[in-house]
């Protein structure tokens, strides 16, 4: 498995928090190679999230897609993609 590790900043927690739950969690959901996601709640403004693909693969190209296609309510900094090295 392989992950999206992913770094933005978050001026308006509460409309970045409706357009995850109203569009984010919906669209990545429905990706290709999906397995689960975490979004964090952010720290001042700076907020991570992590999003597990079955392949690496399927995780670059969500990554592309995200770089291509940010939320509007955030400003990405970074999308890593990570293998996961274990989980529970």
Avoid: C
Wanted: aromatic letters at 8%.
């Amino acid at each position: 498995m392989h992950a999206l590790f992913v770094t933005a900043t978050i001026p308006d927690y509460e409309k970045a928090r409706k357009e995850l739950h109203e569009e984010g969690i919906p669209t990545v959901s429905q990706a290709p190679g999906f397995v689960a996601g975490y979004w964090l709640r952010p720290q001042d403004t700076r907020g991570n999230s992590v999003i597990v693909f079955e392949s690496e693969e399927a995780a670059r190209t969500a990554a592309d897609w995200l770089k291509q296609s940010p939320p509007r309510e955030v400003s990405i900094e970074s999308v890593e993609v990570r293998e996961v090295a274990g989980h529970a």
